[in-house]
């Protein structure tokens, strides 16, 4: 049953991911103005508009330009940089597992952070503990995290003579420093993500401890860890999931800042560089790439549904 229900759950994304594409390609071409005027005014190229904008497939109209681009893509070919002239593939195959990597490390950080402080401050209600754990929460979502990464970068640097490292290091150069590098500004984009799965967690477990069969399971004398674990925490945990989903598409796009900062090559800098140099393909392969990721990530989220309510697949 779970397998037929993760079937349906698929085809649905398709539309989906149909959709967000026509929305991908339409939105960068809907800009008020030339596109190959502003390019040729930047860069100062000799090309006639005509010519430079024919050479770029932008004469054209757009339904044309949509089918063609949707036809390299049933191939596995996202286009050309406009300015480098590599593939863009090429490019996001090295820098999306950068950017993978940074967004797993803060959603781990959140994870790891936000629900064990939730269970504590659920079970601890109305004390020392509990008061402690919402002021974080509240100062966690309350503080920008591009303000929190600046002060990491700047502040030691002033006062005590040292940085973080801001120069990417691979992971075959160095294993350590590779995943070291990850730590700071995975725990930084994490925080607001752990605030909200926090402050959900604890909501929910309270519903949840109030319940009659939590009751009885009290009352039968059960262990607190038991009740709260096995008896409550799986279905206090179905809303965070759906947060999860979210806070997975906010991780994401937080990677642009991050990856800024703390200079690692990830898909977030190069869709910066992107749309500061109005290279649509970039554009277009990046945005199609992080939909298609919160697509799949929405579908594992349904699966997940599934698995810890039975309920969800009827």
Request: charged content about 20%.
């Amino acid at each position: 049953m779970l397998r037929k229900y993760a079937l349906k759950r698929l085809l649905v994304a398709v539309p989906s991911l149909l959709i967000a594409s026509v929305i991908v390609f339409s939105l960068a071409r809907l800009i008020p103005g030339d596109v190959v005027t502003l390019m040729m005014e930047e860069n100062q190229y000799a090309q006639d508009l005509d010519e430079m904008r024919a050479k770029l497939g932008l004469d054209r109209p757009i339904y044309a330009q949509y089918v063609e681009w949707m036809g390299r893509i049933a191939r596995g070919d996202l286009g050309q940089s406009l300015y480098t002239g590599k593939p863009v593939l090429r490019e996001l195959a090295w820098r999306l597992p950068v950017s993978l990597e940074l967004g797993a490390v803060a959603l781990v950080f959140a994870v790891l952070i936000g629900i064990p402080i939730g269970v504590v401050a659920a079970v601890r209600q109305d004390t020392l503990r509990d008061y402690v754990a919402r002021s974080g929460a509240i100062l966690g979502l309350s503080v920008p995290g591009f303000w929190l990464g600046t002060l990491v970068v700047v502040l030691p640097a002033i006062y005590f003579g040292w940085s973080p490292p801001i120069e990417f290091t691979r992971l075959d150069d160095d294993p350590w420093r590779h995943v070291a590098q990850f730590l700071l500004p995975g725990f930084l984009l994490g925080v607001a993500s752990a605030a909200s799965i926090m402050r959900l967690t604890r909501t929910q477990l309270l519903e949840v401890l109030r319940q009659d069969y939590v009751r009885t399971a009290w009352s039968k004398g059960l262990a607190e860890p038991r009740v709260v674990l096995k008896h409550s925490l799986k279905n206090a945990l179905i809303p965070v999931v759906t947060v999860l989903g979210i806070q997975i598409a906010q991780i994401l796009s937080g990677t642009v800042i991050f990856e800024s900062i703390f200079g690692l090559p990830g898909m977030g800098r190069f869709l910066f560089d992107a749309i500061t140099e109005r290279d649509y393909p970039v554009i277009q392969g990046i945005n199609l790439v992080i939909v298609g990721t919160i697509v799949m990530v929405n579908l594992v989220v349904d699966v997940a549904y599934a698995w810890l309510d039975p309920r969800i697949r009827y």
